[in-house]
DNA sequence: TTACCACTTGGAGTTAACTCTAAGTCAAAC
DNA sequence: GTTTGACTTAGAGTTAACTCCAAGTGGTAA
């Protein structure tokens, strides 16, 4: 797949893409014989996951150690799980936050009818 | 209260609080006689207030704007009512981005096991 | 074969939301 | 009466996460 296929299938901009692949967020694509980026379908994987995990909010250096954990092999099942046990805390703890403003912005919206 | 007690109070920077109140987020605080910032109740509440809507993430152009809507008077009450409305619906939809995630990270983390 | 278009790269620019610095003022303590 | 410490201001710097730009290349179409 090329970057411009990427980019319409999961509304990320083809800077973004580079952007990710750049610091290391995606691993790297391999290119064409003219030198473009073809994406895999474990690409495509990758770039889903990480497209989910920065919409909840996911800070992208968290994401980046992780895909470095994940290259690292099998010997780094027990740091990935952490992390990602760590990550989980936090949005849910965003999300209780989330769930006090919501009731007051519900309160202070009814108290305006 | 001054600046001090009010960023111990709430846990914002004073820096913040300065900044807050330069960008109009915060009503202008009076001043003592001596020139610094002097917060009354009033004042607190609103501090307290915008740090809960912005621990949810709520864009801070958005809270100015509310802001000066109140600070116009009742005649703008349908346009704050309409305006915490819009954000109110913004903070679910975060919600559930969030939400979705929440639980691939459980599946995630559950494989791991 | 020249014009076009999608791509490449390295690097600069942007935005939101702070955070820090420098130079100065004021009241209280020593 | 000078030093200390909390404050003031204007403005510069930082961080995260993109986003844009310029210069160049490779394949296709007229």
Redesign the interface.
């Known amino acids: 797949m090329t970057i411009a296929e990427v980019s319409k299938k999961f509304g990320l901009s083809q800077d973004t893409l580079r952007y990710y692949e750049r610091i290391g967020l995606v691993p790297s694509i391999s290119r064409s014989k003219s030198g473009n980026r073809d994406y895999s379908e474990e690409d495509c994987r990758w770039i889903e996951f990480i497209k ?2 920065r ?4 800070p992208i250096e968290a994401l980046i150690e992780y895909v470095t954990l994940f290259q690292k092999g099998d010997e780094t ?1 027990a740091a ?2 952490e992390l ?2 760590e ?2 805390k936090l ?2 703890e ?2 209780d ?6 009731e ?3 309160y ?2 009814e108290s ?1 009818e």
Request: hydrophobic fraction near 40%.
């Open positions: 989910c995990m919409n909840a909010g996911l099942i990935r799980k990602l046990t990550q989980r949005l849910v965003k999300m936050e989330m769930k006090k403003t919501l007051r912005l519900d202070k919206i305006y």
